[in-house]
């Protein structure tokens, strides 16, 4: 995953939903959330830092020229004496002035390959920023995607309670039609109403639910919440992932890369620490004027001005052992992004495996709860012909519908499961595409 797929996103996908009753896809959803997550623009600006440091400037490598002026007027009091009285001078207020100006530029030519340690360590820090992007990128899409295949599960259990709903109420239409006949009394009637006012009450909770998921989902997508969205679809699970596939591509994943680059930053920093034990030669030029004048004294004005040349070598010799500690402390920081590396390969590695068995099993599951569904749908067709023949009690019904009601729960859930596991492997492997 690269910046310049979330910038192609970002162009090419302009769609808002600031209306009411707006049919949202799965692809709007990621390319509204790719373009307006927080946690997407602080990862861009982190980037756009590192890679604006990334110069042989910010290094150090580069010669600074400085240009210093600096004009002085003073007012002072003159009292010389000599060995011939009559040029004795005894004067106040005399005026006087210093103009002092140089243009200087140095350049560092030896400090210990210090200059390219740092140049090579702000190399790598764009890169490990370049490298959370992609996470950032891959866990936003990750959220979204579950999110929307959450309201779309909610909205699955509410298409079964409709069914049972509309069960409910043939059930009923059927007990009247008896007790005009005298086939059936009011303690029948009586049950299938309750029954179905309790189903009504599990819709209204239901849709409260729904209506939670997508408050959710537009909080994720940065939208406001008050927003009407319309979602339609349904769950398919990829069904064909791959274990050794996930388990190579994990190893490459953003959060590892991100943290081999914090080794090498860390090792760098070393390399720059051990630097300061070491001499540094630099070279320096510029022009320098100075005129100063005067109304009395012994000089009335005096100007130098001329170009210089210089070599200065500074050499440490002790500092309170400062270096040293600086260089115990940049060892220890590299042993501890080793060890931050290794909980992060471990933690893959586990959340790759676990995510698996739950992958795989809920797969094999789904294949019996398809059928179990489809079973439990034909029994209750079969009950209410029955029972409208007279040939089933009530119980029966009743029984036949929430044995529906339960499997269409359990496939729905199942396959939400699979496909909650599909995408963390995916988001393991770094490969969500929007």
Excluded at 59 to 78: F, H, R
Excluded at 101 to 127: C, H, M, S, Y
Excluded at 405 to 412: A, G, I, K, P
């Amino acid at each position: 995953m690269r910046l310049s797929i979330l910038s192609f996103i970002v162009v090419v996908t302009s769609c808002q939903i600031g209306y009411s009753q707006n049919r949202l896809s799965l692809s709007d959803a990621l390319a509204i959330a790719l373009k307006n997550s927080y946690n997407i623009q602080l990862a861009k600006n982190n980037l756009e830092i590192a890679s604006i440091n990334n110069s042989v400037g910010i290094a150090g490598g580069l010669p600074t020229v400085n240009a210093t002026v600096n004009d002085v007027e003073n007012i002072t009091s003159i009292n010389q004496q000599f060995p011939d009285p009559s040029r004795n001078i005894t004067r106040t207020g005399v005026a006087s002035n210093n103009l002092n100006a140089n243009i200087t530029a140095g350049i560092i030519l030896f400090n210990g390959f210090r200059v390219k340690a740092a140049q090579q360590r702000l190399a790598e820090l764009q890169k490990m920023n370049q490298d959370m992007l992609n996470a950032q990128i891959q866990g936003t899409m990750a959220a979204v995607i579950t999110s929307y295949y959450d309201v779309v599960r909610q909205q699955n259990l509410l298409t079964t309670i409709d069914k049972s709903i509309e069960v409910s109420q043939q059930r009923i239409d059927i007990i009247k039609s008896r007790k005009e006949v005298g086939l059936a009394n009011n303690a029948d009637l009586y049950q299938a109403q309750i029954d179905l006012n309790a189903l009504v009450q599990t819709k209204q909770a239901q849709q409260l639910v729904i209506d939670q998921g997508k408050t959710n989902l537009l909080n994720l997508i940065f939208v406001s919440p008050d927003t009407t969205v319309v979602i339609k679809d349904t769950i398919i699970v990829d069904d064909q992932i791959k274990f050794a596939q996930i388990k190579s591509l994990a190893l490459k994943n953003p959060q590892i890369s991100a943290a081999e680059q914090q080794i090498k930053i860390n090792q760098l920093l070393e390399r720059e620490t051990a630097a300061l034990r070491v001499p540094t030669l630099r070279a320096s030029t510029g022009f320098n004027l100075t005129n100063t004048k005067s109304a009395a004294g012994f000089i009335l004005e005096n100007r130098t001005y001329g170009p210089f040349l210089g070599v200065n070598l500074a050499i440490p010799i002790y500092n309170g052992l400062i270096n040293k500690k600086q260089m115990q402390v940049a060892e220890i920081n590299t042993r501890n992004a080793k060890v931050q590396r290794d909980q992060f390969l471990l933690n893959i590695e586990t959340g790759a495996v676990a995510t698996y068995q739950a992958y795989a099993n809920t797969l094999a599951q789904l294949k019996t709860a398809k059928e179990n569904q489809l079973l439990s749908k034909q029994l209750l067709d079969l009950v209410m012909q029955r029972f409208q023949l007279g040939q089933a009690t009530i119980v029966d019904v009743k029984l036949a519908q929430q044995s529906f009601e339960n499997e269409s729960y359990r496939l729905v859930n199942l396959s939400f499961t699979a496909k909650v596991a599909e995408i963390e492997l995916k988001r393991l492997a770094n490969i969500i595409e929007p």
